[in-house]
């Protein structure tokens, strides 16, 4: 029986999916699985018997990585789950900032007692009638899951669409747009665009990607749209370059003190992924995940940890470990089943970063000296006995 706990209120459509083996929990230390969205985990002391976290949704900054790769706790995310409802709202976006749609409904709430409102909007319109997207070039930053709907759905509306992501993924690349021009410097997006959206994750090494140096590099009036995470720009520097004329909209879904309420700023309350279909999809995946990998062993979709995933197991015992990255492990793992004369029947081992996982399936039980001796196994740190 597994015991699992929500930090968030997650769609009863997911946590339906739970079969008779599991149990909710309403104390956090108690859970083998714990299913997140929006709570911060940071400050958390995270309890020896916790094994995975399952984001419902993409974004995995409210969860420390590193510490729970540390106590071997898988953490997943749920890729392209939500993608369908950000790549609507980024084409919404592009309307918005394209033609003053949000300018023109105020004017006309602000006009709403005028009995002559209708003539007066002839000749209100013009400040609102803004430019159309058909024929103009928007670079898009990122080809994971939500910049290629946004690329195709762009292609289709008749826009000149350029993607940059130097780690597209097979998948990504099959189902990304012939017409969508694959460039491999994002100066040229830069230097070609009317429009820019990103679409990465933030890290280290893409905070602020959208700088004041980038900036200098883009067309007078580009207009930039940003439902991946605030932190990816650099908004003063977006506000200057508002202010010099320089970019023309700016379009947000985070709203902070920085661009709320500034001209030239559409900030959107940060509804990209919260459709009822998408908060479905993530939380339906965040809970076969967690089930895949607390009954199976598998990992899919990881964050901290390799994906490995070596389906149900056939043989009479698997243990899964949690180790880091070094030389030697698995010729320690292996001589210490076969110390004991227990043949491995199948193994695999990945890596990501400086973290690793392992899984062997053995002809015998798994017993309690096993995993003693693997326990004492230098880098290794958690070892568990999924069969």
Same mark, same amino acid.
């Given at each position: 029986?597994?015991?699992?706990?929500?930090?968030?209120?997650?769609?009863?459509?997911?946590?339906?999916?739970?079969? =008779?083996?599991?149990?909710?929990? =309403?104390?956090? *230390?108690?859970?083998?699985?714990?299913?997140?969205?929006?709570?911060?985990?940071?400050?958390?002391?995270?309890?020896? /018997?916790?094994?995975?976290?399952?984001?419902?949704?993409?974004?995995?900054?409210?969860?420390?990585?590193?510490?729970?790769?540390?106590?071997?706790?898988?953490?997943?995310?749920?890729? &392209?789950?939500?993608?369908?409802?950000? %790549?609507?709202?980024?084409?919404?976006?592009?309307?918005?900032? @394209?033609?003053?749609?949000?300018?023109?409904?105020?004017? +006309?709430? @602000?006009?709403?007692? =005028?009995? /002559?409102?209708?003539?007066?909007?002839?000749?209100?319109? %013009?400040?609102?009638?803004?430019?159309?997207?058909?024929?103009?070039?928007?670079?898009?930053?990122?080809?994971?899951?939500?910049?290629?709907?946004?690329?195709?759905?762009?292609?289709?509306?008749?826009?000149?669409?350029?993607?940059?992501?130097?780690?597209?993924?097979?998948?990504?690349?099959?189902?990304?747009?012939?017409?969508?021009?694959?460039?491999?410097? +994002?100066?040229?997006?830069?230097?070609?665009?009317?429009?820019?959206?990103?679409?990465?994750?933030?890290?280290?090494?893409?905070?602020?990607?959208?700088?004041?140096?980038?900036?200098?590099?883009?067309?007078? &009036?580009?207009?930039?749209?940003?439902?991946?995470?605030?932190?990816?720009?650099?908004?003063?520097?977006?506000?200057?370059?508002?202010?010099?004329?320089?970019?023309?909209?700016?379009?947000?879904?985070?709203?902070?003190?920085?661009?709320?309420?500034?001209?030239?700023?559409?900030?959107?309350?940060?509804?990209?992924?919260?459709? *009822?279909?998408?908060?479905?999809?993530?939380?339906?995946?965040?809970?076969?995940?967690?089930?895949?990998?607390?009954? /199976?062993?598998?990992?899919?979709?990881?964050?901290?940890?390799?994906?490995?995933?070596?389906?149900?197991?056939?043989?009479?015992?698997?243990?899964?470990?949690?180790?880091?990255?070094?030389?030697?492990?698995?010729?320690?793992?292996?001589?210490?089943?076969?110390?004991?004369?227990?043949?491995?029947?199948?193994?695999? /081992?990945?890596?990501?970063?400086?973290?690793?996982?392992?899984?062997?399936?053995?002809?015998?039980?798994?017993?309690?000296?096993?995993?003693?001796?693997?326990?004492?196994? *230098?880098?290794?740190?958690?070892?568990?006995?999924?069969?």
């Amino acid at each position: 029986m597994f015991k699992y706990h929500c930090l968030n209120p997650i769609a009863n459509v997911g946590l339906d999916k739970f079969t =008779d083996n599991y149990v909710k929990t =309403d104390a956090f *230390e108690e859970a083998q699985g714990v299913l997140v969205r929006s709570a911060a985990m940071h400050d958390l002391d995270l309890p020896e /018997n916790l094994l995975a976290v399952a984001r419902a949704g993409a974004g995995v900054n409210n969860i420390p990585l590193d510490k729970c790769a540390d106590k071997g706790i898988v953490v997943f995310n749920t890729p &392209g789950a939500n993608a369908n409802a950000v %790549k609507e709202i980024v084409i919404a976006a592009l309307f918005m900032a @394209s033609r003053d749609i949000v300018g023109g409904i105020e004017w +006309v709430k @602000s006009a709403k007692d =005028d009995e /002559n409102i209708a003539k007066a909007a002839e000749k209100e319109k %013009k400040k609102f009638a803004g430019t159309e997207i058909e024929g103009k070039k928007l670079g898009i930053i990122g080809l994971g899951a939500i910049g290629v709907k946004v690329a195709n759905a762009a292609t289709n509306l008749g826009m000149e669409v350029y993607g940059y992501d130097p780690y597209v993924s097979v998948d990504a690349a099959w189902n990304l747009s012939r017409s969508v021009k694959h460039v491999f410097d +994002v100066d040229d997006i830069y230097r070609e665009c009317d429009y820019i959206t990103i679409h990465v994750p933030l890290m280290d090494s893409t905070k602020n990607t959208i700088n004041e140096a980038a900036i200098s590099k883009m067309k007078d &009036g580009v207009i930039i749209l940003n439902f991946a995470r605030d932190l990816l720009a650099d908004e003063k520097a977006v506000l200057e370059g508002l202010k010099s004329g320089k970019i023309r909209k700016y379009v947000s879904d985070f709203p902070n003190p920085t661009t709320a309420g500034q001209d030239g700023c559409i900030v959107i309350p940060h509804l990209g992924a919260s459709t *009822e279909e998408a908060e479905d999809n993530c939380a339906k995946m965040a809970v076969k995940e967690m089930m895949n990998y607390l009954e /199976n062993g598998n990992i899919v979709n990881s964050v901290n940890y390799p994906n490995v995933d070596m389906g149900v197991c056939q043989n009479a015992g698997r243990v899964a470990i949690c180790h880091k990255n070094i030389a030697n492990m698995i010729t320690k793992f292996t001589a210490t089943f076969g110390d004991l004369g227990i043949n491995i029947e199948n193994m695999m /081992n990945k890596s990501k970063g400086e973290y690793a996982y392992t899984m062997l399936d053995v002809a015998a039980s798994v017993t309690d000296e096993i995993v003693e001796k693997l326990n004492a196994i *230098e880098g290794v740190i958690k070892v568990r006995v999924v069969k």
